[in-house]
């Protein structure tokens, strides 16, 4: 039984499931819009909403935990440059997801995460 489990493992261990949803918000971050699955998509919203929250502030505390979570430095640049200033005065919800349909190889549900303009 699943009795208080949270989140998703995606049949991975969780090495390479931190490294799937690292590379995923950068991947939201760096390009604004990445088609994936479903599950994934709401996975990785909470991650990226968390992200642009701590780069609504350029300091260097800030700087720093975002270069933990993202390994691609123009991604913690854009952050901080350009999508905290978007944001500032936004209380939250930066992202919004798309359903598309159905992937045709396996039937899994494909959505869209993209950034809020």
Known sequence: MRHRRKGKVFGREKAPREAMMRNLAQSVILYEHV???????????????KLISTGR???????????????????VNKILE???????????????????????????????IQLVK
Request: proline share 5%; aromatic share 4%.
């Open 57 to 75: 502030t350029k300091t260097l505390v800030n700087r720093r935990k975002l270069a933990q979570t993202l390994t691609i430095e123009s991604a």
């Open 35 to 49: 088609n994936t699955t479903l599950a994934k998509a709401k996975a990785v919203r909470p991650l990226v909403e």
């Open 82 to 112: 350009e999508l905290g200033p978007r944001y500032a005065t936004r209380p939250g919800g930066y992202t919004r997801i798309i359903k598309l349909g159905r992937r045709l190889n396996d039937g899994a549900e494909v959505a869209q």
